[in-house]
Every structure is written in structure tokens, then in C-alpha cells.
T-cell receptor
Framework: DQQVKQNSPSLSVQEGRISILNCDYTNSMFDYFLWYKKYPAEGPTFLISISSIKDKNEDGRFTVFLNKSAKHLSLHIVPSQPGDSAVYFCAARPNFGNEKLTFGTGTRLTIIP | NAGVTQTPKFRVLKTGQSMTLLCAQDMNHEYMYWYRQDPGMGLRLIHY???????AKGEVPDGYNVSRLKKQNFLLGLESAAPSQTSVYFC?????????????FGAGSRLTVL
């Protein structure tokens, strides 16, 4: 049972436009949500997170939105740059047992110059 | 500051062989993890440790064993490798703290079982 779902395996966006990556979850006990970025032949690196008590968190070009009632979060990247081309993983952890982070299947973002 | 280091980076095994993947972190993190990444499956937790001398099962523990004899090291063992264990393995570590619990990952170890 996939508790964290990323239904779009891939996404292509023109450079300078907005990239929107989506993530859905099923476990209402998830307390924190994170986005990781992964380049080929490297490990994932942390990008941005959001607590369940918030509905938005912004860090430079990256903004994460959380809709708890819909169990949905999204990552907005604006403006998109060629260096943003990577695989993006959504992850979530419960409010107890914070050592367990559950990842989605990932979305491959390609920025077209 | 190396962060999280995994060895080896690549390995090819025959079915039934055994091997150990080594993970070392120099950030004094309490928690350490082993994940595997497969196409279309994302990152799945194999085993994890919340401190020296402790280990626990994750989502897909079968066929693997782990040990955390020293705080900085977390070993992943395959006693009898199977083709289904062909994957990219990632080690990660984090502080034992509340909040987002941000994991720092190693570069990965690509294992092929023939």
C-alpha cells in the first residue's frame, strides 16, 4: 500500500515557467512533509519541508503548499531553471516514530531551455 | 567534512553469494538508515537504527541483516544474494530530533545480482 503517491512519473517545463509537482498521501498521521531532489548517480538532497500546522512554506524559488483536507501537497518552482532538471521525491513522516520517513515514487522534471 | 560515505559504489554478485555494504557518517548523527531504490518504486526503507547497538526493520527487511556496532557506521549484509536484490542502495543519517528529521544521504551503491 503506497502511502505517499506521486502520480506523474515525468514532467517537462519550459525554462522560466513555473514547475508544479504534486504529491498525495493517505496516512492522516503524517506530521511533516519533505521534498528531496536527486541528480543521476548522486544521493537525494533535502530541498524544503512543511509542518502539518502550516499550509505554505517558501524558500527562494521553491514553495510547498499543503492541503490537509485533500491530503495533497505540491512543490512550486518559479522560475524554473535548467539546473532544476532532476527527480523529485515527496516524503512524509508521522507525528510519532519520527525516524520513519516514507517516500513517494518520484517525478522526473525536465526543464527545456 | 565527508558527510555520508558508502562503500563499495558498484558490485556484481552471483546468486547465493554474500556481501556487506558499509556506511559511515561523520556528523555525529544518532539515526541511520538503509533504503533501496527501484524503478517505479521510489525509496523503500530496509532497516534503520536509532542509536549505537540498536536496529529495527523497515518496510522491506527480508533477505537483509544490519549491524550498528559503532555510532558512525551502519552495515547492510546480504547473506545469500538473489536477483530481486538488484537495486541501488542508499544509506542516510539524521539527528535524533523532533521536527522534519532531515536525512542526509550517501551517493549510493549499485548492486547487480546475476
Amino acid at each position: 500500500d503506497q502511502q505517499v503517491k506521486q502520480n506523474s512519473p515525468s514532467l517537462s517545463v519550459q525554462e522560466g515557467r513555473i514547475s508544479i509537482l504534486n504529491c498525495d498521501y493517505t496516512n492522516s498521521m503524517f506530521d511533516y512533509f519533505l521534498w528531496y531532489k536527486k541528480y543521476p548517480a548522486e544521493g537525494p538532497t533535502f530541498l524544503i519541508s512543511i509542518s502539518s500546522i502550516k499550509d505554505k512554506n517558501e524558500d527562494g524559488r521553491f514553495t510547498v503548499f499543503l492541503n490537509k483536507s485533500a491530503k495533497h501537497l505540491s512543490l512550486h518552482i518559479v522560475p524554473s531553471q535548467p539546473g532544476d532538471s532532476a527527480v523529485y521525491f515527496c516524503a512524509a513522516r508521522p507525528n510519532f516514530g519520527n525516524e520513519k520517513l516514507t517516500f513517494g515514487t518520484g517525478t522526473r522534471l525536465t526543464i527545456i531551455p | 567534512n565527508a558527510g555520508v560515505t558508502q562503500t563499495p559504489k558498484f558490485r556484481v554478485l552471483k546468486t547465493g553469494q554474500s556481501m556487506t555494504l558499509l556506511c559511515a557518517q561523520d556528523m555525529n548523527h544518532e539515526y541511520m538508515y538503509w533504503y533501496r531504490q527501484d524503478p517505479g518504486m521510489g525509496l523503500r526503507l530496509i532497516h534503520y537504527s536509532v542509536g549505537e547497538g540498536t536496529t529495527a526493520k523497515g518496510e522491506v527487511p527480508d533477505g537483509y541483516n544490519v549491524s550498528r556496532l559503532k555510532k558512525q557506521n551502519f552495515l547492510l549484509g546480504l547473506e545469500s544474494a538473489a536477483p530481486s536484490q538488484t537495486s541501488v542502495y542508499f544509506c542516510a543519517s539524521s539527528f535524533a530530533s523532533s521536527g522534519a528529521n532531515v536525512l542526509t544521504f550517501g551517493a549510493g551503491s549499485r548492486l547487480t545480482v546475476l
